[in-house]
């Protein structure tokens, strides 16, 4: 079964990447469908990284109590640790929540309502038309939101940490800037790209072949949101150990 699954899921990939009819309809519907992965969740990267990053600045502190270790750390930890492992992958599984069921949604109903049988019916490569400009805009954006989330949640630790008193924020400054190793942010990128990549493919899948009515359609979101974030941390954990 899982064979099966995986096997339909390449072969929609097939008929994604084919050469579009008119370059210039899918530049229209990828410039839209940017904003609306981009724009539309940016807010809710940033409140949510910013408290992540106030939070670990205080779970760190706590952890972190000897008069042997100097309170900059605290800082670089929480550096690395955003830019690593909490930026990419909890903004990928935010966004696997918001944006992967809302694809799911979408191509699903226009299945079910026989939208995506009149496409093809008129010739039109429904696959390509539908799904590739999310694609792009899945991959171009994501890295944005993700440098977004490691950039609050840097700001939030320094708020954090200032506020409940863990660390001044002349330390905490001096940990980020100390033993800054800039492959870390090339890592964070690499996963961005490959997240962006399942947060649109995956749920573009089970919305695509998804059978039956309104009730299949909720389903298949689901799904997808469940099979999307096994696929993230499963991807999170190849990449970390492939490049560091």
Same mark, same amino acid.
């Given at each position: 079964?899982?064979?099966?699954?995986?096997?339909?899921?390449?072969?929609?990939?097939? @008929?994604?990447?084919?050469?579009?009819?008119?370059? @210039?309809?899918?530049?229209?519907?990828?410039?839209?469908?940017?904003?609306? *992965?981009?724009?539309?969740?940016?807010?809710?990267?940033? *409140?949510?990284?910013?408290?992540?990053?106030?939070?670990?600045?205080?779970?760190?502190?706590?952890?972190?109590?000897?008069?042997?270790?100097?309170?900059?750390?605290?800082?670089?930890?929480?550096?690395?640790?955003?830019?690593?492992?909490?930026?990419?992958? *909890?903004?990928?599984?935010?966004?696997?929540? @918001?944006?992967?069921?809302?694809?799911?949604?979408?191509?699903?109903?226009?299945?079910?309502?026989?939208?995506?049988?009149?496409?093809?019916?008129?010739?039109?490569?429904?696959?390509?038309?539908?799904?590739?400009?999310?694609?792009?805009?899945?991959?171009?954006?994501?890295?944005?939101?993700?440098?977004?989330?490691?950039?609050?949640?840097?700001?939030?630790?320094?708020?954090?940490?200032?506020?409940?008193?863990?660390?001044?924020?002349?330390?905490?400054?001096?940990?980020?800037?100390?033993?800054?190793?800039?492959?870390?942010?090339?890592?964070?990128?690499?996963?961005?790209?490959?997240?962006?990549?399942?947060?649109?493919?995956?749920?573009?899948?089970?919305?695509?072949?998804?059978?039956?009515?309104?009730?299949?359609?909720?389903?298949?979101?689901?799904?997808?949101?469940?099979?999307?974030?096994?696929?993230?941390?499963?991807?999170?954990?190849?990449?970390?150990?492939?490049?560091?």
């Amino acid at each position: 079964m899982i064979f099966y699954h995986f096997g339909e899921y390449v072969l929609l990939l097939k @008929k994604v990447f084919k050469r579009p009819e008119k370059w @210039k309809i899918y530049w229209r519907e990828t410039v839209h469908e940017m904003t609306d *992965i981009g724009v539309g969740s940016l807010g809710l990267i940033v *409140i949510i990284s910013t408290f992540i990053g106030a939070v670990m600045t205080m779970q760190i502190a706590f952890q972190l109590v000897s008069d042997l270790i100097p309170s900059s750390i605290i800082g670089q930890i929480n550096r690395d640790s955003n830019i690593l492992e909490l930026g990419p992958t *909890i903004s990928a599984l935010v966004l696997m929540g @918001k944006v992967g069921s809302s694809i799911s949604s979408q191509i699903g109903s226009m299945r079910v309502t026989e939208q995506i049988d009149a496409l093809e019916i008129m010739g039109i490569n429904a696959a390509g038309y539908l799904i590739l400009p999310k694609i792009i805009a899945g991959v171009i954006m994501v890295p944005v939101l993700v440098i977004v989330a490691i950039f609050c949640a840097i700001i939030g630790g320094l708020i954090g940490g200032a506020l409940s008193g863990a660390v001044t924020p002349s330390d905490y400054i001096l940990g980020i800037q100390d033993s800054f190793n800039g492959f870390t942010v090339t890592v964070a990128l690499v996963k961005a790209v490959f997240y962006g990549f399942i947060i649109t493919t995956v749920p573009a899948h089970k919305g695509f072949h998804v059978r039956g009515g309104a009730l299949e359609v909720g389903q298949a979101g689901t799904r997808s949101v469940v099979i999307g974030c096994i696929a993230i941390l499963a991807s999170d954990y190849a990449i970390t150990a492939l490049m560091l």
